[in-house]
DNA sequence: TATTGTTATACTCTATAACTATA
DNA sequence: TATAGTTATAGAGTATAACAATA
């Protein structure tokens, strides 16, 4: 066996288990060809109808120059419709197929956030996902 | 303020840390002219002085053809050395060069270590690694 | 001036397929 | 047959620069 210099860090821990999380989700959602980031871009729309994808951008991390071509996507596929609130924005909501669509894809990322917690050891699974949220909601990039 | 609806959904929330986490590491790897992934690399082969590419790749999770080319970019920097072991394969050893770099990569990721436990409040920081590294261990996929 | 959306481009990591050469 | 290494190619996420149109 192979010494192993990385076994101790634990953000190289965190990086190999998001690797592999982000790698499962992707291959569930394929059934609805559906990336893991259109897939949560679909959900927010469907809580918050009208939305602009500037605000979708800001809220999920992603930056407009790569807001544009996901959007146009979903919007090709008739998942999503964009309407114009002002001359330079537009508001997007789902369509028929994109309410069935996201649904089921809430469905798929509920089971998935399921099987996560499912592996966790129950006595420490509060403080792990406390510790996410910590990490998550810091300002620090 | 807008609706999130993966607020609560931890997966999402590794995802994101785990992302920002890279991020800030390569941003500090830039410096040795490093990516991530060469940075692990170079501390494996500290470790393990002749250890084969192939080794490193089934350790790290990075599959062979990706690691040829990551393997020849370290060689062309002559930061470590290829010796023929057998007939098919190579081991890998740091140069005098690789050796000063992959201490230096070694001191940035132990203080990006650092930092990540830092943000961590001091009460769920054991379990918080415990989590991950009973989740990393895990042989689903 | 700042914001919205867009295009073009590039980097990093990941992955599969197909191949050569060797064990 | 299985393994080591390689090449080619592709997909996904992230990022910056530059721009037009609008607020």
Do not use: W
Request: hydrophobic share 45%; proline share 4%; net charge positive.
């Amino acid at each position: 066996m192979i010494r192993d210099p990385l076994k101790d860090l634990p953000g190289y821990a965190l990086r190999r288990v998001s690797v592999a999380f982000m790698s499962r989700l992707a291959a569930r959602l394929v059934r609805l060809h559906l990336r893991p980031t259109e897939a949560t871009v679909l959900l927010v729309i469907q809580d918050n109808p009208g939305v602009k994808q500037s605000e979708i951008g800001r809220l999920l991390g992603v930056v407009s120059a790569n807001m544009a071509p996901l959007v146009a996507r979903l919007a090709d596929r008739n998942l999503i419709i964009r309407q114009a609130v002002d001359g330079r924005s537009q508001g997007l909501t789902l369509s028929e197929a994109g309410r069935r669509t996201a649904q089921k894809a809430r469905g798929i990322m509920d089971d998935h956030e399921a099987d996560l917690i499912a592996h966790i050891p129950k006595a420490d699974c509060a403080a792990f996902v406390r510790v996410l949220h910590t990490l998550a909601n810091q300002k620090d990039n």
